[in-house]
């Protein structure tokens, strides 16, 4: 579902990512791991069409970002750290305004609100400003916008930071519900529980570069350490010595 290849991009001659390859398929939860600077919200964007690569391949669903943008963004719904929300619009406004701009017919945004503003506990807030809500509230109103177009692929990144433990349970909840609809799902974060608990496969990238990837067996079999946040700072550590 999603394929990439010897991705590089270079911000005036420095390479933030360097040679990452990766595939990540349908119903799995693909986890992409790395401190801060590592190339993983570059990579992130390269997929999502913000960036354009420096070189390389991605496609999506069969469509590469740099001959059809456009119907790479059709496939994708994406969730960033920042909401993006507009605050004196209603939640409800928000969804609707967003599902217009991809041209969603009324009678599909309609049945899509029905259907997805109960499964993330939404519907009530629904008629409430944006700029009224909680952070976590505002977090699933993006979320609502991300999943309403139904696209096979979701990119999800540091989707629980700064939320409260109901809301970032009730993040991640839906998230493992999105396996079982054979979405592809890739799911960047800092908290090493929280990636060891929703993640089928995990890339650890540091430096722009694939430091390593697998299951979860197979990173522990590759370290030698057991939890998953020794294996990420071995791993990191191996990387740059």
Do not use: W
């Not at 040679?19 to 992409?32: D, K, Y």
């Not at 997805?116 to 809500?133: N, Q, S």
């Not at 139904?150 to 990119?155: R, T």
């Amino acid at each position: 579902m999603i394929y990439v290849s010897n991705l590089r991009k270079e911000f005036k001659g420095f390479a933030a990512v360097n040679g990452v390859s990766f595939e990540a398929q349908p119903g799995e939860i693909f986890g992409l791991l790395g401190p801060n600077g590592a190339g993983k919200t570059t990579t992130l964007r390269m997929i999502t069409t913000v960036l354009k690569p420096t070189a390389g391949e991605i496609t999506v669903n069969g469509y590469s970002v740099i001959r059809e943008p456009a119907r790479v963004r059709t496939q994708l719904g994406v969730l960033a750290e920042t909401t993006g929300l507009y605050d004196r619009l209603t939640a409800e406004e928000n969804v609707r305004y967003f599902a217009r701009l991809r041209d969603m017919p009324e009678p599909a945004i309609r049945s899509r609100i029905a259907e997805v503003f109960p499964l993330l506990g939404i519907d009530e807030y629904a008629h409430k400003r944006a700029g009224t809500l909680s952070k976590g509230m505002k977090q699933k109103v993006s979320l609502a916008i991300a999943i309403l177009h139904d696209p096979p692929v979701l990119l999800f990144d540091e989707p629980t930071a700064g939320l409260d433990v109901m809301s970032a349970r009730q993040v991640r909840e839906f998230i493992e519900r999105l396996r079982r609809t054979e979405k592809t799902v890739v799911f960047s974060t800092h908290l090493m529980p929280e990636a060891e608990r929703l993640c089928d496969r995990i890339a650890i990238i540091n430096q722009g570069k694939i430091a390593a990837i697998g299951t979860f067996q197979e990173l522990q079999k590759q370290s030698g350490e057991r939890a998953l946040e020794e294996i990420f700072v071995k791993l990191v550590e191996e990387a740059v010595a």
